[in-house]
């Protein structure tokens, strides 16, 4: 289902929660939700269609990947760049990282491990950052 677009900044400064199998349907709202704002959205956090849970969702070209209770094992190559966001106006400056590794559970619930780099690299870590409240 679309939801709307939470920009209550308070409300995404709060710290999501872990996610479980019962939560398979808001990755659904999250495909949708992105779907929907596809020209101006490469990726989301649950907590920006009002759920606090740790499930995000990063567009890797012709498909979107959603992960659940995602984390980030290891990164390298840090640089300085400036990052956009659905739920704020402007761009603000931030420190991201050219390679990361990354772990979540699929749809299936199995668990995953995969090496992002550049761009979409920095969509992950842009809605992982979303899930312990931070807004860039
Ligand atoms: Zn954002």
């Given at each position: 289902m679309v939801k709307q677009i939470v920009r209550d900044v308070f409300f995404l400064s709060q710290k999501?929660?872990?996610?479980?199998?019962?939560?398979?349907?808001?990755?659904?709202?999250?495909?949708?939700?992105?779907?929907?704002?596809?020209?101006?959205?490469?990726?989301?956090?649950?907590?920006?269609?009002?759920?606090?849970?740790?499930?995000?969702?990063?567009?890797?070209?012709?498909?979107?990947?959603v992960m659940f209770n995602p984390a980030i094992v290891s990164k390298r190559g840090s640089y300085e760049t400036e990052e956009g966001c659905l739920s704020l106006d402007g761009v603000r400056k931030t420190t991201r990282y050219q390679d990361i590794e990354v772990e979540y559970y699929d749809f299936n619930w199995k668990k995953q491990r995969q090496k992002l780099s550049g761009w979409t690299a920095q969509i992950a870590q842009h809605e992982i950052d979303h899930l312990s409240g931070k807004i860039i």
């Open positions: 999501s929660e872990p996610a479980t199998k019962e939560d398979l349907q808001i990755g659904r709202d999250l495909q949708d939700t992105l779907q929907a704002n596809r020209e101006r959205c490469v990726g989301m956090a649950a907590n920006m269609i009002g759920v606090k849970k740790n499930i995000i969702i990063v567009n890797m070209g012709m498909i979107d990947v």
